[in-house]
């Protein structure tokens, strides 16, 4: 219950989770070599440059789904591998056990890739 409350915050949260608008490009005409001494100046008294020229960027990440998801070793779901392979201690049937060890494979291979 506890990992399926947490991936649908996930989920409602999704857009936020995967887009990180915390970069800034420099345009390309400040880096030019003509602008050389004024981006030293500017770097010198403005913590790197002006960032009043700067444009705001945003990219897509993995991040914080990979956190979420405990690939990371911090998140909610930490160890959700090897809980998973937990159950098969509790099936009975050849069947099923096929079946989950086939899924928990399945899992393990798109869990690694995460």
Known sequence: VEAQETLGKLLDNWKRATI????????????????KELLLEKASTFALFDKSVS???????NRIVRDYLGVTGKGPLVGMEKKLKRGL???DDVDDLDTYVAELESFSQAYSKA
Not at 20 to 35: M, W
Not at 55 to 61: A, D, H, Q
């Open 20 to 35: 990180d608008c915390t970069y800034a490009d420099v345009p390309r005409e400040l880096l030019e070599q003509k602008n």
């Open 89 to 91: 201690d509790f099936l």
């Open 55 to 61: 444009v705001e960027s945003c990219k897509t990440t």
